[in-house]
């Protein structure tokens, strides 16, 4: 599947919606239509939010159709845009997870750890806008199980921890498909190579769970999904069984990766050329037929936070 944008129908009812986070191809919302109403899975930043309304707008879909905001979790590249949407939609209520509602009513916590995370507040600014807080009589927490229905199109949580543990995922009965967040990590299109799609794991700070994870994957697998809907990107159809070993098998390359590396100051340092190692190696067994310095240039992002993440999970580790 190419890169699409500014929005694009990718199977019955499911719009991708491409966020402009960083570069193209990186970050997608949804809207999922019913016959009643629609809903908006993933916001992507504060100024995501016009590309957002200009796809509902050509949708045929006013602002008043939009019964939910979803967000999988409260990372701010998947839910800043959140408040600001709001205040667009106004029968609209904000889905999130129990554990991340506070911090969509108050993302004052959330901006100063990513201000940590990403040096600063000047370039949480840049990266996300203004972030607003969604209104407290406006948010609905889902706890596993919970269903909301669009009209003839029930979209069901369910609690993924491993990523985060105020993740959840979003099954969609209609297309046998999930909406994952970062719980089926990451798969750009720019490589896809002859065998399929190039899986490769988000292990950002600072609750990551390898054994949870995989029981979230697992679980996902028991619905016989045949799409996966990604937020970093796009929709992966077919097969996903064999996609989901491939994840799981990258995950514990991570791992080893981060359990060989030598404790003290320079131990990120030493994860991450072992994961920019491991990702060429990936990529080469997968077919892929790029050039090296583009793969790193494009994953430079994800090596940073996944190393930063996986040092965070051995300290938790170590202390336990």
């Keep these: 599947m190419a890169v699409v944008s500014p929005s694009q129908e990718v199977a019955p009812g499911v719009v991708l919606v491409e966020t402009g986070y960083v570069r193209p191809g990186i970050a997608a919302a949804w809207i999922v239509r019913g016959k009643r109403s629609a809903a908006v899975v993933e916001t992507g930043t504060a100024l995501s939010v016009p590309r957002i309304l200009d796809a509902l707008a050509a949708q045929g879909l006013r602002l008043e159709d939009v019964s939910h905001v979803v967000v999988t979790h409260v990372h701010l590249d998947h839910a800043a845009g959140a408040g600001a949407l709001l205040r667009r939609l106004p029968a609209a209520r904000l889905v999130v997870h129990p554990r991340g509602a506070r911090h ?43 269903a909301i229905d669009l009209g003839e199109r029930p979209l069901r949580f369910l609690d993924s921890p491993g990523h985060a543990k105020h993740h959840f995922v979003v099954h969609d009965p209609a297309t046998r498909g999930f909406f994952t967040g970062d719980t089926f990590g990451i798969s750009y ?40 809907y990604l937020t970093h990107f796009g929709m992966l159809e077919g097969n996903i069984p064999a996609r989901a070993e491939a994840l799981k098998r990258a995950v514990d390359g991570h791992v080893r990766v981060a359990r060989g590396a030598p404790a003290g100051p320079g131990r990120q340092a030493a994860i991450r050329a072992g994961l920019a190692r491991q990702l060429l190696e990936s990529l080469a067994a997968h077919g892929w037929t790029g050039r090296p310095e583009d793969a790193l240039s494009w994953f ?21």
């Design 300 to 320: 430079a992002v994800d090596l940073d936070l996944n190393a930063q993440g996986l040092e965070v999970w051995l300290a938790s580790q170590e202390e336990a």
């Design 104 to 146: 969509m009513i108050d993302p004052s916590k959330l901006l100063a750890g990513a201000a940590d995370v990403y040096g600063g507040e000047a370039e949480i600014r840049k990266l996300y806008g203004d972030v607003a807080p969604a209104p407290a009589d406006r948010v609905v927490e889902a706890p596993d199980g919970l």
């Design 189 to 228: 299109r720019q490589h896809d190579g002859p065998n399929g799609p190039f899986m490769f794991p988000t292990t950002t700070p600072v609750q990551l769970d390898p054994p949870a994870l995989f029981a979230s994957i697992d679980r996902m697998l028991a619905e016989r999904p045949e799409r996966m």
